[in-house]
């Protein structure tokens, strides 16, 4: 079972659609991240959270580390939130990735 | 807001030529990181530095890519020579302590 596990795997929505991703660890972080990156394109950082509730523009990250799960949610989603949407969970210096979640948001 | 950055941002190179790639983390971040990602697939630790020093090093194909910095500021990895399955996204990224990572652009490589 791999340390972070992340669902769905992929995702197809019409814009304007409310976006749930979710992430399980298994192991002790100190932070857990949630990173996007466009195709062919670098690693955007968009959330580092170690407890609590985050939001940016239409981006909301959440996070219960006594149930060691975090969501990231877009409301209102747009084609340009069509991504590749990375868990990523922070053990000392070293990050513990997740397989990702391709959104594809349609118009 | 203070950034990490690459150059260059792409890069084509012939099989057994030597290539570089540049990496200046955000002021004052002590850990600095090289990823290496190949298409479709999750990023890959190469090196981290802790100021000058190699914390961690144990995936760095040593036979053909170096990685150091010198001052422990901005950092350089080499490949030489490059081989076709070195094409992939290579990724820099700094932190100020633990538990946080920030990434640059990164440097997309072609070996044809």
């Known amino acids: 079972k791999n340390e972070v596990e992340q669902s769905p795997q992929n995702l197809t929505a019409q814009e304007g659609e409310f976006i749930t991703i979710n992430c399980s660890y298994s192991?002790?972080?100190?932070?857990l991240h949630w990173l996007q990156q466009h195709p062919g394109g670098g690693i955007v950082s968009l959330f580092m959270?170690?407890?609590?509730?985050k939001k940016h523009g239409r981006l909301i990250a959440t996070i219960n580390i006594q149930e060691k799960h975090s969501s990231l949610h877009i409301t209102a989603s747009h084609p340009r939130d069509s991504a590749v949407y990375i868990c990523?969970?922070?053990?000392?210096?070293?990050?513990?990735w997740g397989a990702g979640t391709k959104l594809i948001i349609k118009p | 807001e203070a950034e990490v950055a690459q150059s260059p941002r792409y890069k084509i190179t012939e099989k057994s030529q030597a290539v570089a790639f540049w990496c200046d983390p955000i002021?004052?971040?002590?850990?600095l990181y090289w990823y290496r990602q190949i298409l479709g697939q999750g990023p890959e630790l190469l090196v981290q530095?802790?100021?000058?020093?190699?914390?961690?090093d144990s995936q760095l194909p040593k036979d053909r890519f170096s990685a150091e910095r010198l001052k422990g500021v901005d950092s350089t990895l080499k490949i030489q020579p490059a081989e076709l399955g070195d094409s992939a996204m290579y990724l820099c990224?700094?932190?100020?302590?633990?538990?946080?990572?920030?990434f640059g652009p990164g440097t997309r490589l072609t070996v044809t």
């Open positions: 002021s004052g971040h002590a850990t």
């Open positions: 990224a700094s932190s100020p302590e633990v538990g946080e990572q920030y």
């Open positions: 990523a969970v922070a053990r000392g210096y070293q990050l513990i």
């Open positions: 192991v002790g972080i100190s932070a």
């Open positions: 959270l170690s407890s609590g509730k």
């Open positions: 530095f802790q100021d000058e020093s190699v914390v961690d």
